[in-house]
């Protein structure tokens, strides 16, 4: 039996339950908040982050590990390209998502949405202008030239690279950004696909029923 811990609004819980439900595998989620100090959440994620997943006991922190390790136990449907070199590519837009994609669709999401509307903070009006008028389009200039004209980032089937990107446009959506398609209309493109497609369709109708009240 597999439990992830965490919670579906964070987009690397999101990578993970995206990767459980492609594969078909049925799993639970144990609500659990980030910086979760609890010892005997901080005995199976040493760095305090989520998610988490149990497999039978078994367990095991940190997406890019989860994913691969699914994928190990359960290659049906494999995420992981064969080819050396396409795997090589999925990995590193993988890591670019997990990295400087996820920091600026997460801040986003947070100055807009977590912090005036779920934690009654202020937005850090300066944090805000400088991922929308300088960090995040960096980044799409750069998606922009690596996503195709059509189909999946990396070969001919869905991997881990579509998985770590499409998580962090999700997130950056309840922020209410998205990416303007006549500046980006390879990537708006790609994401107009990614979320027509059964497997995030049903994702965001579940996070969306499950959203804190005020978000
Ligand atoms: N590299 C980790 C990143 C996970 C991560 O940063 N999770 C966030 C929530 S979205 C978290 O738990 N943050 C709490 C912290 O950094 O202390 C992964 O791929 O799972």
Redesign the pocket.
């Known amino acids: 039996m597999f439990k992830l811990y965490?919670?579906p609004l964070?987009?690397?819980?999101r990578?993970?339950m995206l990767t459980l439900e492609y594969k078909g595998l049925e799993y639970e989620n144990e609500k659990t908040?980030?910086?979760e100090q609890s010892e005997p959440f901080r005995s199976i994620?040493p760095?305090?982050?989520?998610?988490v997943l149990d497999h039978d006991g078994f367990t095991i922190?940190?997406?890019?590990?989860?994913c691969r390790y699914l994928d190990r136990i359960a290659p049906e449907k494999p995420i992981y390209p064969e080819d050396p070199k396409e795997e090589a590519r999925a990995l590193w837009l993988e890591e670019y998502a997990?990295t400087r994609l996820?920091e600026n669709c997460?801040g986003v999401f947070q100055e807009r949405l977590l912090k005036p509307k779920l934690l009654r903070q202020p937005t850090d009006e300066a944090r805000l202008a400088g991922i929308l008028d300088s960090a995040l389009p960096t980044c799409l200039d750069y998606l922009e030239s690596v996503v195709p004209e059509s189909g999946y980032l990396v070969g001919s089937h869905l991997s881990i690279a579509d998985l770590s990107v499409v998580t962090c446009f999700i997130q950056a959506q309840y922020g209410d950004f998205d990416v303007d398609g006549s500046k980006y209309p390879r990537l708006r493109r790609y994401l107009d696909a990614a979320y027509a497609a059964p497997l995030v369709v049903k994702r965001m109708a579940s996070e969306r029923a499950n959203l804190p009240p005020g978000m």
Do not use: E, H
């Open positions: 965490g919670t964070s987009p690397f819980v990578k993970a908040f980030p910086n994620s760095l305090g982050k989520i998610p922190p940190d997406t890019s590990v989860i997990d996820i997460a």
